[in-house]
């Protein structure tokens, strides 16, 4: 089996603002050249991190001349994704109904915050939103505290991985039957997805959830984050032998055989208790000194780094999940490379992410059959950037 070929990512950006997340800063990577035709304060990290390997051209579709354009490349592309309210893009004759015309066999997947039914579908929706309305930021931050949400776009992130599985089975359907199909995939939906057991516990026993537990797990004990000499480590002693082990390696092996604390169900009634004697304990050491004592103990641990640790942490480099490349306006940047390793196809950053309007003339010209005069005919009249 030979390698596989890369799909070709074109990325549609108002032709002068661009993508909303390029002024996401700072921080930016500055730019280093001086005759970039959009140069601002950089290239913000928040667009960096996720727009590798894609090509950029601005195109403005509020203008006939840039949805004829968009219909041609629509004809012969095989995905188009978009994040529109729903009948928004009908105006401007991009809609799945028109583009399906122009061409009936593409993906086309409509991300929105609410779908494109139900009572809320013209309600805009933003990650922070949908975590707060479909229940994430009600289980989310320590016991007896507020709220809190996610440190990342949590809803965005398995919203694009959920939408990127859905357009597989639809490509490998299409290959199938020959027909294309709309996508409808909501933020809320897939928050909703993803609130996972806790949600099976809801409907299953028909009573409210149990809330916010922090680091730690309502039916596991000890299972948890706990203080250290110097910062925190995480312990998980699943099971009956795991606690054991860690008594062990505590150097307390007396409080396995205690009638409290003998079998996860009483330490879960325990759990007060025990957690204040293990969190004793932990604070003798430091979070270093504590990996060592359990080093080889086959007991899940693990020290709770900050982001800047995690990337330059040991394992993480030597899993190569940080890459140099070199960006057309900024230099060499580092990026987080892709997650997945393949034992035949080899998948990266091909490409860095592209400055504003980068691939508009090569674009033009090698997809659309455009002319050098038509082209800048086309920017001076602002369809193109």
Not at 27 to 33: D, N, R, S, V
Not at 214 to 241: C, E, M, Q, W
Not at 248 to 264: H, I, V, Y
């Amino acid at each position: 089996m030979g390698p596989l070929n890369s799909a070709e990512i074109i990325k549609i950006e108002h032709p002068t603002r661009g993508d909303d997340t390029r002024a996401w800063g700072p921080p930016y990577a500055k730019h280093l050249k001086d005759d970039l035709p959009h140069k601002g304060s950089g290239e913000s990290a928040y667009f960096l991190s996720v727009n590798r390997n894609k090509k950029s051209i601005g195109l403005s579709f509020a203008h006939p001349a840039g949805v004829d354009i968009l219909h041609k490349l629509a004809k012969d592309c095989d995905v188009l994704v978009e994040n529109y309210l729903p009948g928004a893009l009908k105006k401007y004759g991009m809609d799945y109904e028109s583009v399906a015309k122009v061409n009936p066999n593409i993906i086309y997947a409509s991300i929105t915050g609410y779908g494109q039914t139900g009572p809320y579908s013209n309600r805009a929706g933003y990650d922070v939103m949908v975590e707060a309305e479909m229940g994430l930021m009600h289980i989310t931050g320590q016991r007896d505290g507020p709220p809190v949400k996610v440190g990342v776009a949590v809803t965005d992130l398995t919203t694009g991985l959920y939408t990127s599985n859905a357009v597989m089975a639809a490509l490998l359907g299409r290959a199938k039957s020959g027909a294309g199909q709309h996508i409808d995939v909501a933020l809320s939906d897939c928050q909703v997805a993803t609130l996972a057991n806790i949600a099976s516990s809801c409907l299953i026993s028909k009573q409210k959830d149990s809330g916010r537990w922090g680091t730690a797990h309502p039916s596991i004990v000890p299972y948890r984050a706990f203080a250290t000499k110097d910062g925190d480590i995480l312990i998980g002693g699943g099971n009956d032998r795991l606690f054991g082990v860690l008594c062990e390696r505590l150097g307390k092996l007396e409080w396995s055989r205690d009638p409290r604390f003998a079998t996860n169900n009483v330490r879960v009634q325990n759990r007060d208790t025990l957690e204040a004697m293990i969190e004793t304990e932990t604070r003798k050491k430091t979070t270093e000194e504590w990996l060592r004592v359990f080093d080889g103990s086959g007991m899940p641990y693990a020290a709770i780094n900050d982001v800047q640790t995690t990337l330059n942490h040991e394992h993480v480099r030597a899993r190569n999940m940080v890459v140099e490349v070199e960006h057309e306006a900024c230099g060499k940047i580092e990026l987080v490379n892709t997650p997945v390793k393949y034992s035949v196809s080899t998948p990266g950053v091909r490409t860095a992410p592209p400055t504003l309007g980068q691939h508009t003339d090569e674009v033009l010209k090698e997809l659309v059959g455009l002319g050098d005069e038509e082209i800048q005919s086309l920017r001076a009249n602002g369809v193109v950037g």
